[in-house]
């Protein structure tokens, strides 16, 4: 294997790739604004703070140093059922379909194994294809309708 998973807080990496995200889904969802000032909100508001608690924030590092892809799942820590929500894990494109993506999803249910959760919720849009088949490749199942209003 020429990459290593790891735990990532740093911010540069991690807006680079959750904007790569963004800007992947927009083509599925117009209610999507895949800019930096969003991509550097959820990092910092959300992803470093999850990260530093536990939460599997992390991301597929190539030998020769560059992020070729990331996970971002943020544990809900609520009493009784320990949640986890996925929102979402990004590959660059030319290492998709090389299995990178269920290395770092693998990596990531193991992590929350040991933190104690027991649900992880994911969603992937009903036009992205391979987001779906990539969950169902990970045991995940279908299991509610998410519903939206645009307001
Ligand atoms: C979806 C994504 C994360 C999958 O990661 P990946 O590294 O390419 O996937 P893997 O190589 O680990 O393959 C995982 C499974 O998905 C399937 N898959 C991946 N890409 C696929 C494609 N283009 N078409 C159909 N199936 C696909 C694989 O066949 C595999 O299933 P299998 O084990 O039953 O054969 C990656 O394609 C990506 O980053 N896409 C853009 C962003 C995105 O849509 N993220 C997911 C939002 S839900």
């Not at 820590?77 to 290492?95: F, M, Q, R, S």
């Not at 992590?111 to 992937?124: D, E, F, N, Q």
């Amino acid at each position: 294997m020429s990459y290593t998973i790891e735990p990532c807080t740093d911010r540069q990496t991690l807006v680079e790739l959750y904007l790569g995200l963004l800007t992947h889904l927009a083509r599925f969802d117009p209610t999507v604004t895949a800019t930096a000032e969003t991509a550097q909100w959820w990092v910092d508001q959300v992803f470093v703070p999850a990260a530093s608690h536990g939460a599997p924030v992390l991301i597929a590092r190539h030998n020769d140093g560059r992020a070729i892809g990331g996970l971002f799942w943020v544990i809900t820590p609520t009493p009784g059922v320990k949640h986890a929500y996925g929102y979402g894990t990004y590959i660059v494109p030319e290492w998709r379909e090389c299995g990178v993506g269920t290395a770092l999803r693998s990596a990531a249910v193991l992590k929350l194994k040991a933190s104690g959760v027991t649900h992880l919720i994911g969603c992937a849009h009903l036009a992205n294809e391979p987001g779906q088949r990539s969950l169902r490749a990970l045991d995940m199942a279908p299991y509610a309708m998410l519903y939206h209003l645009l307001l």
